[in-house]
């Protein structure tokens, strides 16, 4: 069965995220004064954070995933800063150890009591807003091919690579669809590597998360970028369901200005602490 | 009265890495395991508090939560709180740590109550009890059935986890045993494995009792375990087994 293989230190997966920094994201959302950049730079440090919090252990990060950054925009390539410059695909402990900077920031949480809590927590930044330049989407698939044909040779039995493209859809080296299809027909012997893709848009339109159908989806953007997305495996399906998710078989790893965290909380590497238990 | 106990790390995990705790006293009774949760950090040494606080409770067990969970949860942060740790380290000691939990106690019959022979046990998550009678599965608890395990089961949690949350994350049993029984509490992957088998009209216990009878039961318990993980029957992660004869 596909998507099956454990995901251990012995057998990591990994993770490269495309990240579209080009002009067009210094565009604001609608109706507010946010730059879609800084969505961007929201939902990367976001998820870096999440992947590391869910492979950090009391030792220290168990390196369950190999990790990497491609900006597209005024040029494409490895995007991440500081003394992980220039590096395509690094364990997760690298990543956690080297953020740009940390940042303090208030959380107000329920106290169990009918009050509310106000802790400061520290908040690690990996990634600053960029926008300049074109979107050379089809060169980022090309460079993400490469990276993670070289990864499932190192490890040919791992989970099957994620890819996630964050981005407002808007490529300007022509059509993308054959280049991701070319990056969704690589495969470890455990399945097809996925493409999952955040749409960040400066339409008003409601977030929505995994759909099954583009007629649902808002614009040409929206549709395209369903398209090119995996579908979602079944035990992600069904971990998404037991979250509460409204998911069907035919659901994509694709999010409509929203994030994809869930997604990453679906990956099974262990007993998870769900919602419930954090009342 | 008699307690065995034998457990395993996950494949791949080293010793110091392995999350489920067990507990006995065949004086008082009292048996206990805990599974710490691999999301959360420093759940190892709280599934051990868990187990030993248990058993060596000063009131009667399984008792209310109040009276012997806040004191662990507080050794529990005591142990951590003034380490210097990296910033995703202090963001997981501000979740606490996690763990599912099963204890059990067996009321030995004493002077004008000799045939009261009960047994009291209280659940969180999906650690399980099996009792054995005549070779037949008597009484299986929390989990009767092996397509009900998943990997988001309830946890006790080591901060902000009251016991007005702990009372809905509980389940409590009680029964009733006699000269002969065995009782089998056991970690959530080995509680599959051995629903699974009783699914397919087997007595595991008897596989696992094959295994256990032996001067080194550890290391036969080790190979049995690798052996069963190489065929897939059994899912990779900690294992745990007390097995209490009366």
New interface residues.
Partial sequence: MPYAA?I???NPSCFLFLLDQSGSMSDTFSGGSKKKADGVADAINKLLQTL???C??????RDYYHVGVIGYGKKVGPALGGNLAGFGLVPIKVI??N?LR?EQRTRHSDD?AGGILT?T??F?VWFEPVAHGQTPMCEAFDQAWHLVSAFIVQFPGCYPPMIVNITDGEASDGDPTPRAGMVRDLASTDGNVLLFNVHISASASQPILYPDREASLPDEFARFLFRISSPLPPAMLQ?AR?DGQAVSDASRGFVFNADLVSLIKFL???????D???? | MEARSVWLPKRGHSLDEYEDAGAADPALGRFAIADGATESSFAGPWARLLADGFVSAAGPQPGRWSDWLPALQQRWLEQFRDKELAWYAEAKLEDGAFATFLGLTLCAPTGFFMERRKWHAVAVGDGCLFQVRDNELYRPFPIERAEDFGNTPWLIGSRNDSSKSLRQKELRAKGDWRTGDCFWLMTDALAQWFLTDIEACGTPWTKLEAVLGSDDSQERFADWVEDQRDRQALKNDDVTLIVVNV
């Fill in positions: 454990e251990s230190r012995t590391v919090l869910r950090s252990k009391s030792e220290g990060v956690a150890d953020p940390i169990g802790q927590v520290k690690p971990a037991r099974d590497i262990g007993t998870r602490v769900s419930k238990n954090l009342r």
